[in-house]
């Protein structure tokens, strides 16, 4: 069964130092892979997506995630973050056969002066 | 512009009674979708439809039901079964492409048994 995997529930970094979230997949074939920002009472929005082609994917708001296939991860990286990016980040797959999307359980993210 | 307009933000619900969430989209998407969001689990599907007058239950269904009468709307009716109602439901839609189109998502509506 397809399935979405967000190893750390919360994670705390320093403004301005670089931030990885991790993301880990079971899937049968080449997957649609997204990853999602959702702030505090809001709804979630596409950061970026991987469909096919070159493994390193750019999104918005300086974000970028690489896709491994043979770690099946799909991690979000960016260099320096800044306090506006505290939020709850949500990795997904597009599941087979049909239009369903599975989400992990996402990766809150706390930014300290 | 184009998106996807949940309502109520806030809904307040007795208990026993039913109550209905409202979901438009004027994104000419095919595809809508009920989620329930509690703290630490993440998104777990309630419902979702891929075309006009039909509609497929999702993970969570019991105690919730929907109706697809038109493509803009799609909403979601909390019955007096759901025993646990109180969470937050978001909307989302896609267009055409299935798997690979990334979902939209309105705003979210919280939802709270008094």
């Known amino acids: 069964a397809q399935s979405v995997t967000q190893p750390d529930i919360h994670i705390t970094v320093s403004e301005g130092a670089s931030l990885e979230l991790r993301c880990n997949y079971s899937y049968g074939a080449t997957p649609y892979l997204f990853w999602y920002v959702q702030s505090p009472g809001q709804g979630l929005q596409l950061l970026l997506k991987?469909?096919?082609?070159?493994?390193l994917v750019q999104g918005i708001k300086g974000f970028e995630a690489e896709f491994k296939r043979s770690q099946s991860s799909f991690n979000l990286r960016k260099p320096s973050v800044h306090w506006s990016d505290a939020a709850e980040y949500f990795c997904a797959v597009g599941a087979t056969g049909g239009f369903k999307t599975i989400f992990g359980a996402g990766t809150r993210l706390f930014v300290k002066a | 512009d184009g998106g996807i307009t949940q309502s109520p933000k806030y809904l307040f619900r007795k208990e026993g009674q039913n109550v209905t969430l409202s979901c438009e989209q004027n994104?000419?998407?095919?595809?809508m979708y009920w989620y329930r969001q509690d703290p630490g689990q993440g998104l777990r599907l309630i419902y979702y439809s891929q075309i006009v007058n039909d509609f497929q239950k999702g993970d969570i269904a019991e105690g919730y039901s929907v109706s697809r009468e038109k493509k803009e709307s799609f909403p979601l009716t909390v019955t007096s079964a759901q025993k646990n109602p109180t969470a937050f439901y978001l909307c989302?839609?896609?267009?055409?492409?299935?798997?690979?189109?990334?979902?939209?998502f309105g705003q979210g509506t919280r939802l709270t048994v008094v």
């Open positions: 994104l000419n998407h095919d595809a």
């Open positions: 989302a839609s896609k267009g055409f492409g299935g798997s690979s189109t990334e979902a939209f």
């Open positions: 991987y469909f096919s082609g070159d493994t």
